[in-house]
């Protein structure tokens, strides 16, 4: 069974400060991990995906097998960066559903 | 480029009506699309997969009689939500996938929110 674990429902920084939004999966086969943002009032938009390997918005994350974690990470927040963030986790299955994690919220402080 | 369109943004009925939500993607063909549920301060939660020409695949939970799902073609998926009660108040979210990659990824409508009264 898939499953996605974002244990932090709220995250609170200054603006500067670094940020790491933390996601664990678990997944039997070959994982496929996503991050999406929610920003207030609008739809649900990608922000990166692991086999991507690029940076977005500053943010980076990285899949790391041996701890089945795909943290999203940016060195220093801005105040834009407020939404709420979902980890999910697809598959090579053939329907490539994708099972998403419960979301944290950033609230960047000025 | 990618876009995915959900129509109404907003519903209100009374207990018992039908209300079909439809998702269509603009600028791309979807073999498949999803369709999600998200109750206040909750994650979305996967409730179909539907499929073009096919029958959609329902996760666990999920009425399929409850939950019509048509996908007659690659640019429209319809969810019609049957005799709705005040319980099927929520927000119904669907996303597209480009059509013959499965390395695409979900692109999201704006969403629907349904309140039944």
């Known amino acids: 069974a898939q499953r996605v674990t974002q244990p932090e429902k709220l995250l609170s920084v200054f603006k500067g400060a670094p940020v790491e939004l933390k996601c664990n999966y678990s997944?039997?086969?070959?994982?496929?991990l996503f991050w999406y943002v929610q920003y207030s009032r609008q739809r649900l938009q990608l922000l990166l995906r692991?086999?991507s390997r690029e940076s977005i918005k500053g943010f980076t994350a990285d899949l790391n097998k041996g701890e089945t974690s795909f943290h999203l990470k940016k060195p220093f927040a801005q105040e834009e960066d407020s939404a709420m963030y979902y980890c999910?986790?697809?598959?090579?299955?053939?329907?490539?559903?994708?099972?998403f994690g419960g979301g944290t919220r950033l609230m960047v402080k000025p | 480029g990618a876009v995915v369109s959900q129509h109404p943004s907003w519903v209100i009925c009374k207990s018992g009506t039908s209300v079909k939500i439809e998702c269509r993607s603009l600028?791309?063909?979807?073999?498949?699309m999803f369709w999600y549920r998200q109750f206040p301060k909750q994650s979305l939660m996967l409730m179909a997969t539907?499929?073009?020409?096919?029958?959609?695949?329902?996760e666990q939970g999920v009425e399929k009689d409850k939950f019509l799902i048509n996908h007659a073609s690659l640019t429209l998926s319809t969810l019609t939500v049957t005799s709705a009660h005040p319980e099927d108040s929520s927000f119904y979210i669907c996303?597209?996938?480009?059509?013959?990659?499965?390395?695409?990824?979900?692109?999201f409508g704006d969403g629907t929110r349904l309140s039944i009264l």
């Open positions: 996303s597209a996938r480009l059509s013959g990659n499965y390395n695409q990824p979900q692109h």
């Open positions: 997944y039997s086969g070959s994982p496929e």
């Open positions: 692991h086999i």
């Open positions: 999910a986790l697809g598959g090579n299955n053939a329907g490539n559903m994708l099972t």
């Open positions: 600028d791309f063909q979807a073999t498949t």
């Open positions: 539907s499929n073009e020409g096919s029958k959609a695949t329902y």
